[in-house]
Antibody
C-alpha cells in the first residue's frame, strides 16, 4: 500500500526558510524510474508543480519562483525534503508531495499525500 | 513554459449526462498528458495518464483522447460522485504545468 504524508510548519514568517518533509511507504525511491514531486495549490487556485527528485538523484525545479527551492532525499528513511528560502505571503498554499512513476519520457502523479497548509504571514 | 488551457472553466450538468472537457497545450506534447479529479479539501486523484490510459481502479465511464496539442476528457454518464474539479497536466517537459481546472457542477 502506497502512502505519502507531508509535514512541516503551519505558519512561517516572510523571508524565513520553509522546510517540508514527505514521508512515504509502499515504494522505494531507489527503484529505477521512481520519482517524487512537490506540488502546491494556493487557496482557490490551480495546481503548481514545484520540484522533482528522481531515483538517480536527478533534480528538477520550477525556476521561475522568486523563492529558492532545494529538494533532497533520504532513501534509508523514505523521505523527501523540500526547502524554500525567502518565502513570501504569495507562497501561502497547500503543499502536496506525490509519487511519480516514469514511463519512457513521460510520468504522472499516481499517489498523493493529504497535503499540508502553510501560511506565510508576519 | 508550456501553457495548458482548459475549456470550459466550469459547466453545469445533470446525473446521466455525457460531459466533455478539452485541454489545449501551447506546443505539441505528444501524448504526455494526464487528467486528475479533485474534490474540495482533498488531494487530486489520477484518472487518465498518457492521454488515454485509464488508471487502475478508475471507472470506465472516464476516457481520454488526443495527441499533439488537443486533448479531451470524457465522462460518458455523469454519476453523483463525479461532481468535482478536473485538471489536465503535461509531463512533456519541466516545469510540468497544469490547466486552470474545469469545475463540474450540478
Amino acid at each position: 500500500q502506497v502512502t505519502l504524508r507531508e509535514s512541516g510548519p503551519a505558519l512561517v514568517k516572510p523571508t524565513q526558510t520553509l522546510t517540508l518533509t514527505c514521508t512515504f511507504s509502499g515504494f522505494s525511491l531507489s527503484t529505477h524510474g521512481m520519482c517524487v514531486s512537490w506540488i502546491r495549490q494556493s487557496p482557490g487556485k490551480a495546481l503548481e508543480w514545484l520540484a522533482r527528485i528522481d531515483w538517480d538523484d536527478a533534480k528538477y525545479y520550477r525556476t521561475s519562483l522568486k523563492t529558492g527551492l532545494t529538494i533532497s532525499k533520504d532513501t534509508s528513511k523514505n523521505q523527501v525534503v523540500l526547502t524554500m528560502t525567502n518565502v513570501d505571503p504569495v507562497d501561502t498554499a497547500t503543499y502536496y508531495c506525490a509519487r511519480v512513476p516514469s514511463y519512457g519520457s513521460g510520468n504522472y502523479f499516481d499517489f498523493w499525500g493529504q497535503g499540508t497548509l502553510v501560511t506565510v504571514s508576519s | 513554459d508550456i501553457q495548458m488551457t482548459q475549456s470550459p472553466s466550469s459547466l453545469s450538468a445533470s446525473v446521466g449526462d455525457r460531459v466533455t472537457i478539452t485541454c489545449r497545450a501551447s506546443q505539441s506534447i505528444n501524448n504526455y498528458l494526464n487528467w486528475y479529479q479533485q474534490k474540495p479539501g482533498k488531494a487530486p486523484k489520477l484518472l487518465i495518464y498518457a492521454a488515454s490510459s485509464l488508471q487502475s481502479g478508475v471507472p470506465s465511464r472516464f476516457s481520454g483522447s488526443g495527441s499533439g496539442t488537443d486533448f479531451t476528457l470524457t465522462i460518458s454518464s455523469l454519476h453523483p460522485e463525479d461532481f468535482a474539479t478536473y485538471y489536465c497536466q503535461q509531463s512533456y517537459n519541466t516545469p510540468q504545468t497544469f490547466g486552470q481546472g474545469t469545475q463540474v457542477e450540478i
